[in-house]
């Protein structure tokens, strides 16, 4: 199942955990710091199809996109099981210089379809703790 995310949601839900961390970790007080783990980083300007990354659940797809033509630009990308290429969902669809995080509550072994024209685009896979999945809020 795919959730979206606000990517300001996100930013204020990563920003409050380093606030509190960092409050919270005066000295004589014990503090573990929750932080995505970057699994993969896929950055490109044309179509493609990823290599393959493996994630445990829960985990994220952080995307952004760049371009000087909008609404002439469209970017997709597509979740795809590997190595059989099954269709899993789509993450996004745009034709508008955008950003956003879907949240991923099963894991596996994945590559994404990238179909781009005249768009930059960076997509990070992040591996996220329970923790921080449960204070994502479905856009």
């Keep these: 199942m795919i959730n979206n995310t606000s990517r300001s949601a996100v930013g204020k839900t990563l920003l409050r955990t380093i ?20 699994v993969k980083e896929f950055t490109g300007r044309d179509s493609t199809t990823t290599d393959e990354f493996e994630v445990e659940a829960p985990w994220i797809i952080d995307w952004r996109t760049r371009g000087d033509y909008p609404g002439r630009m469209g970017f997709e990308a597509t979740l795809i099981e590997a190595p059989r290429g ?3 969902g789509k993450v996004v669809t ?4 955008d950003n956003g995080v879907k949240l991923f509550n099963e894991g596996g072994r994945y590559r994404i379809r990238v179909d781009s024209n005249l768009m930059e685009w960076t997509i990070k896979i992040e591996q996220l703790t329970k923790k921080e999945a449960e204070e994502y809020t479905p856009k």
Excluded: H, K, M
């Design 19 to 38: 606030l509190i961390t960092a409050v919270v970790g005066l000295p004589g007080i014990v503090s573990v710091a929750n932080a995505a783990e970057l």
């Design 86 to 88: 099954d269709y899993v």
């Design 94 to 97: 745009t034709r508008w210089v």
